[in-house]
């Protein structure tokens, strides 16, 4: 049985982004295509998406990494983002002028977004090793394992979608 390893605080970073002026349900729009996905890929699609909200989030995810090469010596090919989330910031409230001397209110949400980058190459380690020593152990009848790896797109060609 593969036991979990507890996650530990060493191997994550994080970039904290407050009162950016977007609306939390626009961020998250963006933030759910990003979570659980590897640093390189994240900002690959954050260069492609057409939303406005990419750029902020782009900066984040670059600061988080930053963070991670810098204070604690991680290497950027290992970073995976683990936890994405957009909470409601203030939202500034204005008046504007308009016609007969009424006032329409303006209404600028913020949001606060924070990147958790955690580097997996210390958990890739030692889970694998154990899941070996579970495969390979004396005495059980599955000695001889063939472990394969099967591409994600190998079933239908590289633009096949189901």
């Not at 910031?89 to 949001?111: D, E, H, Q």
């Not at 210390?122 to 005495?139: A, I, N, S």
Request: hydrophobic share 30%.
């Amino acid at each position: 049985m593969i036991k979990k390893k507890k996650k530990n605080s060493y191997t994550s970073v994080y970039a904290l982004g407050q009162y950016i002026s977007m609306s939390a349900h626009k961020a998250r729009r963006v933030i759910d295509q990003i979570r659980g996905r590897s640093y390189e890929e994240a900002l690959m699609i954050l260069e492609l998406m057409p939303y406005r909200g990419c750029y902020p989030i782009f900066k984040l995810v670059y600061s988080a990494a930053a963070n991670a090469s810098h204070n604690k010596g991680f290497k950027e090919t290992n970073l995976v983002i683990s936890k994405a989330e957009v909470n409601q910031g203030n939202t500034v409230k204005k008046l504007k002028p308009r016609a007969r001397g009424r006032s329409y209110p303006i209404k600028r949400s913020t949001c606060h977004i924070t990147i958790v980058l955690e580097d997996i190459s210390f958990y890739e380690q030692y889970e694998y090793e154990e899941y070996f020593m579970y495969l390979k152990k004396p005495g059980s009848s599955n000695q001889n394992i063939n472990i394969t790896c099967y591409d994600t797109y190998s079933s239908g060609g590289l633009w096949d979608k189901k």
